[in-house]
């Protein structure tokens, strides 16, 4: 059974404690990167079918001058020369260019900026013949749902895959019991999806928009626009745990048969031989630039930000379509002490578009804040009601979720090494501040 988090020892954050624990495999000091907002906490993609309430996360490396490897690669782009790249683009789309009928590329997304600009350029600039896909968000905004339209308008063809919806909540809910994670079942089949489609209908070419390198990812990849296939892929079923949990528990506690666990399975190795798939960061071969991405979503697709700013942060156009966005980066403030001002502003930063003074500004207005625009029905989506899970609803201590109950959760995934109880608040015992 899955119990109610126990009391927290306070004592355990004391802001005069010296022995502090570390959760997550993560540094213990705290660096900040001297260019962004960036800290040494920040995690990096990994294998996200391994990932169980132990593992330990790969974080940002820095050098030793301080600056952050997404920094490092921000500067490497400005000496690359874009025209070539761009020559190896139109060479890439050439070989798998068609003219028969079919669907040349795939391009995972969800309407927002960066799928709308991936999808255009493609089509328009080297005459691909794109068909996009996409993985359902949790809880579309109206705003979301929106964009999704007018990219679909603006004359995309489009896969749209909602996942059974009692099994992605209950996916959902132990992801986040066990990981503290409410975006892992929809990244696994984010990831998943495409690749899988793409082998279903005989599309040799997939596009992403940006390589995580420009995040932090490690630099090994860096000289290459092709993802990395293991990446995404095993075939070792012992190896695979959905939100935190073996498959074999999904299936005996939980009720889940194999066609509900299908679309969060990682593909086979042996696809990628058989179809012959080719994965590919656009990011790699043209300058990436939020803001470009965002002019030319408006200009071409009637793309329109939020009316509101997210969350945590004070942007408006992007990480708009789900209403889990913004308890996305409210976990990995809690868990890593960087949420989605911090993000925001340090690819700002890096792009030229804020200098790092004006980034820690926003840092501290805005990372961290509590998204209590859409918390009730968050509460409502990853409850476990006995009527609608009438057997997985018996693993739970608490199948309903509240704010006490939510805030218990939170609590237990802070880490006393980032982390101090001041008496009446909680507070990151090291934050950023300007050089």
């Not at 005069?16 to 040494?40: H, M, Q, W």
């Not at 030793?64 to 500067?75: D, N, T």
């Not at 409850?383 to 109950?405: G, K, L, M």
Request: hydrophobic fraction near 30%; include cysteine.
């Amino acid at each position: 059974m899955i119990q109610r988090p126990k009391p927290l020892d306070k004592l355990n954050y004391a802001p005069d404690r010296t022995a502090r624990e570390v959760y997550y495999g993560l540094p213990v000091e705290i660096e900040f990167c001297r260019k962004c907002t960036y800290s040494n906490q920040k995690p990096n993609s990994e294998r996200e079918y391994k990932h169980k309430p132990n593992s330990q996360k790969p974080t940002v490396q820095f050098d030793k001058e301080g600056v952050c490897y997404a920094c490092r690669v921000a500067e490497d782009k400005e000496r690359i020369d874009w025209d070539l790249r761009r020559k190896e683009l139109e060479d890439l789309c050439n070989r798998f260019r068609r003219n028969d009928g079919h669907y040349d590329v795939l391009i995972p997304g969800s309407g927002g900026k960066d799928s709308f600009f991936a999808s255009w350029v493609l089509k328009n600039e080297f005459g691909m013949n794109p068909l996009t896909v996409t993985w359902a968000p949790h809880i579309y905004t109206d705003w979301g749902w929106k964009n999704f339209e007018a990219w679909i308008n603006s004359g995309f063809p489009n896969y749209l895959f909602t996942p059974n919806g009692r099994s992605h909540r209950l996916m959902t809910r132990l992801a986040i019991e066990r990981l503290f994670h409410p975006f892992q079942p929809f990244m696994m089949g984010q990831m998943y999806f495409p690749p899988k489609l793409a082998a279903q209908l005989g599309i040799k070419l997939i596009f992403y928009g940006e390589n995580p390198t420009e995040y932090g990812n490690s630099p090994k990849n860096r000289p290459e626009g092709e993802k990395d296939w293991d990446y995404i892929s095993t075939s070792n079923p012992d190896d695979i745990f959905l939100s935190g949990t073996s498959v074999r528990e999904l299936k005996e506690d939980f009720g889940f048969s194999a066609i509900d666990l299908a679309p969060y399975m990682p593909p086979p190795p042996e696809m990628r031989e058989e179809s012959q798939i080719d994965i590919r960061y656009l990011g790699y071969y043209t300058k990436w630039h939020p803001q470009k991405c965002y002019y030319v979503a408006v200009e071409h697709g009637g793309f329109r930000a939020a009316p509101e700013r997210n969350a945590g942060t004070y942007s408006k156009y992007c990480s708009i379509d789900d209403k889990m966005d913004d308890f996305h980066y409210y976990t990995t403030h809690v868990k890593f002490g960087i949420g989605k001002a911090t993000y925001d502003t340090a690819h700002e930063i890096r792009n030229g578009d804020i200098s790092r003074d004006e980034g820690i500004a926003l840092v501290k207005r805005y990372d961290g804040e509590y998204p209590a625009r859409f918390d009730s029905e968050f509460f409502k989506y990853i409850s476990v009601p006995e009527i609608e899970f009438p057997r997985a609803y018996r693993q739970f201590e608490n199948p309903i979720v509240d704010r006490a109950y939510f805030d218990a959760l939170t609590d237990k995934h802070r880490s006393p090494h980032l982390w101090n109880w001041t008496g009446t608040e909680w507070k990151l015992r090291r934050a950023i501040v300007p050089l």
